[in-house]
T-cell receptor
Framework: GESVGLHLPTLSVQEGDNSIINCAYS??????FIWYKQESGKGPQFIID?????DKRQGQRVTVLLNKTVKHLSLQIAATQPGDSAVYFC????????????FGTGTLLAVQP | DAGVIQSPRHEVTEMGQEVTLRCKPI?????LFWYRQTMMRGLELLIY????????DSGMPEDRFSAKMPNASFSTLKIQPSEPRDSAVYFC????????????FGPGTRLTVL
């Protein structure tokens, strides 16, 4: 029979626009969150992280927002460039002894020139 | 400075053959993780090590899979015998033992089992 793969949400933006990628995480006890970027044929690459005692953190052209009330994470990319085209994953991890990252299914960002 | 190194980058083998994937973590990192990525299941954690000791192998799909870490700079993931459903991209990641839990990924090994 025909195999069915994961259906990745896709965000299509124009070059120069701002992008917002959203993620709903699963565990209210998670205390650390990471955004990864994965380009075709490469491994996930760290972009930015945030601890649960913060609600916003900024990097170079990227901002992560955390809303613990609704268990929502977002990644904002300013002035999106063609090189930003990739799959973006959020990951959460619990505090304490656990060392596992729990990855979301990812969002495909397609930047149109 | 070098990131996580994986070899080979591509592996094509026939069903029933043994496959060995290799990983060199970032120097000084205490944790090493093996993941598998497929379109069907996304990114799955298979096993992870702390200071060369396997801590959690609950993600290893079955006995055909085994992983070792003989020293702090080398780990292997072995599949014996391989099956077509093992076809995937296998990633190795490492991180420090400190408070931050960011994992750094290697480029992956694309495995195709015919």
């Amino acid at each position: 029979g025909e195999s069915v793969g994961l259906h990745l949400p896709t965000l299509s933006v124009q070059e120069g626009d701002n992008s917002i990628i959203n993620c709903a995480y699963s565990n209210s006890a998670s205390d650390y969150f990471i955004w990864y970027k994965q380009e075709s044929g490469k491994g996930p690459q760290f972009i930015i992280d945030i601890r649960s005692n913060m609600d916003k953190r900024q990097g170079q052209r990227v901002t992560v927002l955390l809303n613990k009330t609704v268990k929502h994470l977002s990644l904002q990319i300013a002035a999106t460039q063609p090189g930003d085209s990739a799959v973006y994953f959020c990951a959460e991890t619990l505090g304490g002894a656990t060392n596992k990252l729990i990855f979301g299914t990812g969002t495909l960002l397609a930047v149109q020139p | 400075d070098a990131g996580v190194i994986q070899s080979p980058r591509h592996e094509v083998t026939e069903m029933g053959q043994e496959v060995t994937l290799r990983c060199k973590p970032i120097s000084g990192h205490d944790y090493l993780f093996w993941y598998r990525q497929t379109m069907m299941r996304g990114l799955e954690l298979l096993i992870y090590f702390n200071n060369n000791v396997p801590i959690d192998d609950s993600g290893m799909p079955e006995d055909r899979f085994s992983a070792k870490m003989p020293n702090a700079s080398f780990s292997t993931l072995k599949i014996q015998p391989s099956e077509p459903r093992d076809s995937a991209v296998y990633f190795c990641a490492s991180r420090t033992g400190g408070g931050l839990r960011t994992q750094y990924f290697g480029p992956g090994t694309r495995l195709t089992v015919l």
